[in-house]
C-alpha cells in the first residue's frame, strides 16, 4: 500500500518531471507498462464519470426546458452547475488521454534501445514483433480516446450556448424557444455516450493485450 504522502509526491513528480517520476514508482516495483495499464484503468474511470455527468446534465436541461411553474432562477442555477460539472469532467478526460498517450511514447522508446541492446537476434525479433503490435493497439485505442473527446467539445457547445441564452433571457417565454432543441440535445448526448462506451470497451481490449504480454 503506498502511503498518502508519497501519492502526492508521486503526483507531482509527475506534472514536473517525467524522469524523476518513473525512477521513483520504479521504486516501488512499477515499471512503464504497469504505470500504462493503470492509467488506462483510471482513463475508463474518467469517462464513466463523464458519461454519468453528461446524463446528468441533460437531465437539468430537460427538467427546465420543462419548467411549469416555480423557482425559475433555481432551476437555472442547477442546469448551469451541472453544465460547469460537465466541463470539469471533459478537461480531466481530456488531460487524461494527453497522459496515457505520453507514458505510451515513453514506454515504446525505452523497449525500442531495449531491443537494440539485444544480441539474440530470435529474441530481439520477438521483441519487436511484440513491440509494434502493442505499439499498433494504442494507436487504435488512443484514437478512439481522442475521437470521444473531439466529439464532446460541440455538445458541451450547445449545451454552453443554451445556459448562455438563458442566463441572458430568465424567463418563460425563452424556456418555451428552447423547447425545440430538447430532442436535438438529447440525440447528440445519446450518440455521444454510444460512443464513450465504444471507446470504454477499446480500453478493456487494450488492457488485455498488455496483460497478455506479461503472462
Known amino acids: 500500500m503506498i502511503s498518502k504522502s508519497l501519492q502526492v509526491l508521486l503526483v507531482l513528480l509527475s506534472t514536473s518531471c517525467s524522469s524523476l517520476y518513473y525512477n521513483a514508482m520504479e521504486q516501488i516495483g512499477k515499471e512503464k507498462r504497469d504505470i500504462l495499464v493503470q492509467r488506462i484503468v483510471d482513463g475508463k474511470k474518467d469517462q464513466e464519470a463523464a458519461k454519468k455527468q453528461l446524463k446528468t446534465t441533460l437531465e437539468a436541461f430537460q427538467e427546465l426546458t420543462g419548467f411549469e411553474g416555480g423557482n425559475l432562477e433555481k432551476v437555472y442555477k442547477k442546469l448551469n452547475g451541472e453544465f460547469v460539472d460537465s466541463e470539469k469532467r471533459a478537461k480531466d478526460l481530456s488531460d487524461r488521454v494527453a497522459s496515457i498517450d505520453q507514458v505510451a511514447k515513453d514506454l515504446f522508446t525505452e523497449w525500442d534501445k531495449e531491443i537494440s541492446e ?86 478493456d481490449s487494450f488492457i488485455d493485450s498488455l496483460k497478455t504480454k506479461e503472462s
Open 118 to 203: 539485444m544480441k539474440d537476434k530470435s529474441l530481439r525479433t520477438r521483441s519487436q514483433q511484440m513491440l509494434r503490435e502493442t505499439r499498433g493497439r494504442h494507436q487504435q485505442y488512443i484514437k478512439r480516446m481522442q475521437q470521444t473527446d473531439r466529439k464532446m467539445q460541440p455538445v458541451l457547445q450547445s449545451f454552453r450556448d443554451q445556459v448562455l441564452f438563458l442566463k441572458h433571457n430568465l424567463n418563460a417565454k425563452a424556456i418555451g424557444s428552447l423547447k425545440t432543441t430538447a430532442a436535438k440535445m438529447d440525440g447528440e448526448v445519446g450518440v455521444l455516450i454510444q460512443d464513450i462506451e465504444g471507446s470504454m470497451r477499446e480500453a
